[in-house]
């Protein structure tokens, strides 16, 4: 499990400065919501942002979800990130009613990725797993099944990793 570094982004004036009045509104009540959890909030452009501990990604986004505060009954991406230091998972969460936008972040460990899947949550997480299973290793618990989308079968190793050896691939 990786352990949530603390940036000097988290609480800024600079990053709150970057949200408008509804989106600031939004980062309140997710404070209030959230208070349960070792949460940390950050602004990217003018989305709100929260980053979480692992352990805790699917409870957080079930709450997002159900909450009717909050609805973000959407998920507009779920992405794999490799940061060298370690490995990230960003989740887009979209409220039409509500017209907002939540970006949820979680770190892992480049050794043991492991991180609670949403697929129960949001069924478009499927496939945004599996996408992040082949590219990054990321092991997403409770999936229904991780087998490749993008690559084959025996693929070794994973691409979308900054060490991955690309000048030295050979397909055939």
Known sequence: MAERRARP?????????KLDPRAQALQALLTDVLAPYDVTHDAVVDIPAIAVQPEHVSD??????????????????????????????VYIL????????LLIKTELSS?????????????????????AHDLYGIVFDGHPGLEP????????GFPGRKDFPFHDYQEF
């Open 60 to 89: 957080i986004c079930r709450l997002a979800k159900d909450d009717p505060r909050l609805d973000f009954k959407m998920l507009l991406c779920l992405a794999g990130v490799d940061y060298k230091e370690y490995l990230q998972v």
């Open 9 to 17: 982004e988290d609480h800024s004036p600079e990053a709150e400065a």
């Open 111 to 131: 050794e043991d990725p492991h991180v609670p899947s949403v697929s129960g949550i949001w069924r478009a997480a499927e496939w945004y797993e599996r996408e």
């Open 94 to 101: 979209l409220s039409l009613d509500l017209e907002q936008k």
């Open 149 to 156: 989308l993008v690559l084959y079968e025996g693929f070794e």
